[in-house]
């Protein structure tokens, strides 16, 4: 193992360049920031999203309401303060976001056109160019970035965090292959989610859970890392990662069909396809493991104004030989958003000094066992904000500089990745059951012998595939994202979270 010469010193690292990293490091003004993201500058789910931005912002909407319907399909574990504070935080947030430079869809009158989706009462999701939000949100940030001072380095995947004497003291990275080491005494993770560990996913191949794992490594404690949820309409087109096909279709009337083209979620829950989203998801799970083939149709409810209402949903089934306009397309669960995460407090503190955390790498207690569509964009506002603001209450205090040792780094082993994908699709996903899991964790324990010694995206996966199975398996119970085929009922006894100590 070789030491790393040359040392960069900081103020604060900030891993991650999805919203809640581009925010946090924006707002960390006056502080000397670098910015580590694995892959080019707004990399990461930010740039994918599509439906939006929840905020309570139309006339016919309020922080409390909002924050009703979240706690609505949060099933009992949401944290009433932290939502409180995202949606109080909402148009402050939004409007600092336009600020920097976003640009939201407006009615002719210059007034925002807000949404609707699942779980929300009214109307409120704002939108850019109909679903291509996400995709604003990282250009107005990025260009924002690049006016600033923040030092960014890109295709810099973190290792370690160093800690000395119980705090934070930097990170050691690898930039093309080369080890880098950065001295800060703040760490923020904005690492994103953990959708690749999962072979159907709608989320990017970097988003491989590695905040976890390093948070783990840290010594940081986890929270509710068996709620995982699984968006009912991925484009079953055999594309890795899959399209997303945005809840907003439905929002707008589009419907689930099978292929005997009969609606088949007007049995299944009052609100059909409005219903919450693990309710719609395993409908469509069970229809699939029945070899039948579930199907949007957005016919009607869009038709012809597809290519100008939602140009990315609409490139996407093109880029797969279907025509929305004219035909209805064959949908998949997939792996969307993990709820849980790095537990912390209400400025996005964790359990070890120094290391904060911002996002969906997070457990703030926002989302509970299942998030409310188009909360996480606001998420990483209005968190990302806070997150700075506390920081900046601290002094920046003095870390060591003196040598550290360089990671191993193996080779790649694809084959063992593409294997712990299948395996956490089969039996830790949209229905798992006690015999499933167990099954996994042999599994898991077999891949781990198998893989490489050093650091790697396959460790950080394999960590984290073991702490959601552990944690899947302990909740005997079904809850939001996570359900149990062998205990189908929600039991008022598991209304609780669970904390994966250090
Ligand atoms: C979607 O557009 O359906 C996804 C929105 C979200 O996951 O918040």
Redesign the pocket.
């Known amino acids: 193992m070789s030491t790393i010469g040359d040392v960069l010193v900081a103020d604060a690292v900030v891993i991650g360049s999805g919203v809640s990293g581009l925010t946090t490091a924006l707002s960390l003004e006056g502080r000397d920031v670098i910015l580590l993201t694995k892959g080019p500058l707004a990399s990461g789910s930010t740039r994918w ?4 931005i ?1 905020a309570a912002v139309g006339e016919d909407d309020g922080p409390d309401l909002h924050a009703a319907d979240t706690i609505g399909v949060g099933v009992g574990l949401n944290d009433p303060p932290a939502v409180a504070a995202l949606t109080a935080g909402g148009a402050e947030a939004v409007a600092t976001l336009i600020e920097r430079g976003a640009a939201f869809d407006r009615d002719e009158a210059g007034n925002l056109v807000l949404g609707r ?1 699942a779980g929300h009462s009214v109307r409120r999701i704002l939108h850019a160019s109909g ?1 291509a939000t996400g995709a604003e949100v990282s250009r107005a940030l990025t260009a924002a970035v690049g006016r600033s001072p923040i030092r960014v380095i890109e295709h810099a995947w973190v290792a370690e965090i160093l800690v000395s004497a119980g705090r934070v003291a930097g990170v050691v990275a690898v930039v093309d292959g080369n080890p880098i080491h950065v001295a800060a005494p703040v760490v923020v993770l904005a690492t994103g989610g953990i959708g690749h560990v999962y072979a159907k996913t709608t989320n990017p191949p970097e988003v491989t859970g590695d905040g976890i794992a390093l948070a783990r490594r840290a010594g940081a404690d986890l929270t509710d890392l068996e709620f995982v ?1 699984f ?1 009912p ?1 991925a484009l079953d087109s055999g594309r890795d990662p899959m399209g ?5 279709l439905r929002g707008e009337g589009a419907v689930l069909i099978d292929d005997d083209g009969e609606r088949f979620m007007l049995g299944e829950h009052p609100d059909a396809e409005l219903a919450p989203r693990d309710v719609v998801a395993r409908a469509t799970w069970r229809l699939l493991r029945a070899g039948r083939r579930p199907m949007l149709d957005a016919r009607d409810a869009v038709g012809g104004a597809f290519p100008e209402r939602f140009p990315t949903v609409y490139g996407l089934c093109v880029e797969a030989g279907l025509d929305p306009r004219i035909e209805p397309v064959p949908v998949s669960p997939a792996t ?2 993990h709820m849980g995460g790095i537990l912390t407090d209400l400025d996005g503190r964790s359990t070890v000094p120094g290391l904060w955390a911002a996002g969906e790498v997070t457990r703030t207690g926002i989302h509970g066992a299942n ?7 606001l998420e990483g506002l209005v968190f990302g904000g806070r997150v700075a603001a506390s920081i900046l209450a601290t002094n920046p205090a003095p870390v060591p500089t003196e040598t550290v040792a360089g990671p191993t780094i193996p080779e790649p082993q694809p084959d063992l990745e593409q294997a712990l994908r299948d395996l956490m699709w089969a039996e830790v996903g949209v229905i798992r059951s006690a015999d499933g899991l167990e099954r996994a964790l042999d599994e898991i324990d077999r891949i781990e012998e198998k893989a490489a010694q050093g650091a790697s995206e396959l460790r950080s996966m394999l960590t984290v595939s073991r702490l959601v199975a552990e944690s899947a398996l302990a909740r005997t119970e079904s809850r939001g994202g996570h359900f149990r085929a062998d205990h189908p009922e929600t039991d008022p006894g598991w209304a609780y979270s669970i904390v994966v100590p250090r």
């Open positions: 999203a599509q439906g939006g929840a989706e679903d949820q968006h309409t997303l096909l945005t809840e907003a969307h958003y998030r409310l569509a188009s909360n996480s964009l």
